[in-house]
Structures are given as structure tokens and as C-alpha cells.
Antibody, heavy 122, light 105 residues
Framework: EVHLVESGGGLVQPGRSLRLSCTASGFFFDSYAMHWVRQAPGKGLEWVSGISWDSSNTDYADSVKGRFTISRDNAENSLYLRMNSLRAEDTALYYC???????????????WGQGTLVTVSS | SYELTQPLSVSVALGRTARIPCGGNSIATRNVHWYQQKPGQAPVLVIYRDNNRPSGIPERFSGSNSGNTATLTISRAQAGDEADYYCQVWDSNTGVFGGGTRLTV
């Protein structure tokens, strides 16, 4: 069974940094693109960032471009999101998701982790 | 940037058919995926590539995509179908979600 477990969330002051992690199991992690999707409290879903299976391709939502960096370690079956210069509007539940299109972007997201909560506040 | 438009809410009587639209410019040229999210839970995929059901999703869930509107159809609606539903497409390597529709049964 496929499992995605996020960690690293917490309370952080504006302007500070945080690194999220996602540990995957139950599938060939190094064959699939992976993404981060977030959901602000009481709001809808927002795609944040994605990375191809071999890290050759990454992309970001305009709202986080230049501040967030996605990466992965296929040997550790892990996905990461480095978040710098955090703002109050980055407060959200961050989900790790698997892209069902083998290798590159463009597929559907299945499954989703349970998310890790990031709260940006002074 | 590409935008997807969903109604904030849709209501359906128990046992009837619910239709949730997702509007976008020439959306029929794109693959549309649908997710169900119940309160306090992570989203779950219910339809992929316009009209395909993942294993474990009831046949009551179906999808269509034509012109500028994709539609998620839920037949014989049950109380357990009450949830938020989101459509999703890709636009130049960027994921795009609709704003979500709250289904009330």
C-alpha cells in the first residue's frame, strides 16, 4: 500500500525558514514526479511545487517562486520543501502528493498524505 | 494563467443526481481530474482523465468534459457523498485547482 507521511511543520515567525519532509513507501519512489499542495485554513487547494523523478525539472507557483525550493532524495524515498522568507499567507496544511504520470508532470494526484501544518505568526 | 471556475455550493436530494461543473477556457482540450475532500480529511481522487474511476470509487461517480465545461456527476447521491469537490488540470507544468464546490445532500 502506498503511504506518504509529511513532517516538519510548526509555528514559525514571519521571515524565518522551515523545511518540510515527506517519506514515501509502497511504490517505486524514483519513478514518479512528486508535488506539494497546500490548503490554507478554510480555503481551497493550491498547487505549490513539483519535481520530476530525477530532479531534472522543478516548477513553482508564482506565490512561492524565489522563496521555496523543492528537492528529493530517491535513495531515501524522501521529498522536501525548503521554505524561506515565510509570510502569514503561507500558513496552511501542506500535503505531499504522488503524480500518477510516470516520470514527468501532468498526471493526477494519488494518493495524498495527511499533511503537515505550517503556521506563520509572530 | 489558466483559471478554473466552480460554484461554491451544489445541493442534491438524497437518491437524486448531482452535477458539479468546472469551467475553463477550452477545458475539453485538457485532462481533468476530480478530488473529494471530507471535513478533516485529506483529498481523495474520484475521477482522473475526465471520466476514469480509480479502484474503490463507486460507479455512481462519473465525469465528462466538453467545450468549456467539465462535469462531475454523482448518481443516487448518498449522505456520505457530502464533501468538497475540486477539479484540477495542468497548465504549462503548473497545477491548477478549481476553487472547490461544497456538495450538500
Amino acid at each position: 500500500e502506498v503511504h506518504l507521511v509529511e513532517s516538519g511543520g510548526g509555528l514559525v515567525q514571519p521571515g524565518r525558514s522551515l523545511r518540510l519532509s515527506c517519506t514515501a513507501s509502497g511504490f517505486f519512489f524514483d519513478s514518479y514526479a512528486m508535488h506539494w499542495v497546500r490548503q490554507a485554513p478554510g480555503k481551497g487547494l493550491e498547487w505549490v511545487s513539483g519535481i520530476s523523478w530525477d530532479s531534472s525539472n522543478t516548477d513553482y507557483a508564482d506565490s512561492v517562486k524565489g522563496r521555496f525550493t523543492i528537492s528529493r532524495d530517491n535513495a531515501e524515498n524522501s521529498l522536501y520543501l525548503r521554505m524561506n522568507s515565510l509570510r502569514a499567507e503561507d500558513t496552511a496544511l501542506y500535503y505531499c502528493v504522488k503524480d500518477m504520470s510516470e516520470g514527468g508532470f501532468g498526471g493526477w494526484f494519488d494518493p495524498w498524505g495527511q499533511g503537515t501544518l505550517v503556521t506563520v505568526s509572530s | 494563467s489558466y483559471e478554473l471556475t466552480q460554484p461554491l455550493s451544489v445541493s442534491v436530494a438524497l437518491g437524486r443526481t448531482a452535477r458539479i461543473p468546472c469551467g475553463g477556457n477550452s477545458i475539453a482540450t485538457r485532462n481533468v481530474h476530480w478530488y473529494q475532500q471530507k471535513p478533516g480529511q485529506a483529498p481523495v481522487l474520484v475521477i482522473y482523465r475526465d471520466n476514469n474511476r480509480p479502484s474503490g470509487i463507486p460507479e455512481r461517480f462519473s465525469g465528462s468534459n466538453s467545450g468549456n465545461t467539465a462535469t462531475l456527476t454523482i448518481s443516487r447521491a448518498q449522505a456520505g457523498d457530502e464533501a468538497d469537490y475540486y477539479c484540477q488540470v495542468w497548465d504549462s507544468n503548473t497545477g491548477v485547482f478549481g476553487g472547490g464546490t461544497r456538495l450538500t445532500v
